[in-house]
Nanobody
């Protein structure tokens, strides 16, 4: 079992930035691929970004490409999502998720591929 603790959400004006963190206090994440997903109000959960276990490979949804960056510090067992140029359309509950992998270059974009999830953190972008 992997416990994930998210932080960094909040209220920000359009054009602003936030950095979300996803920490695993009791686990090493070096053998886990990681992903960020979001669920806007009244909508289904959406893929945002994914990282391989090593962090060498990443993937982004088209809607966030060029604005969001996923990164990780495996020495701190933490995955980050840097979000820049935020718009009201980015308003959502953001979730991190991890999946144990055997190849450090693997990453996943489907929510059903992930076994462990954080509790979610609210991001609200005002006009």
């Amino acid at each position: 079992q992997v416990q994930l603790v998210e932080s960094g959400g909040g209220l920000v004006q359009a054009g602003g930035s936030l950095r979300l963190s996803c920490a695993a206090p009791q686990s090493s994440l070096s053998n886990y691929a990681a992903g960020w997903f979001r669920q806007p109000p009244g909508k289904e959960r959406q893929f945002v970004a994914a990282s391989s276990g090593s962090g060498s490979r990443t993937s982004y949804a088209d809607s966030v490409k060029g604005r969001f960056t996923i990164s990780r510090d495996n020495t701190k067992n933490t995955v980050y999502l840097q979000m820049n140029s935020l718009t009201p359309e980015d308003t959502a509950v953001y979730y991190c998720a991890v999946k144990r992998v055997y190849y450090s270059s693997s990453y996943y974009e489907r929510s059903e591929d992930y076994a462990y999830w954080g509790q979610g953190t609210q991001v609200t972008v005002s006009v």
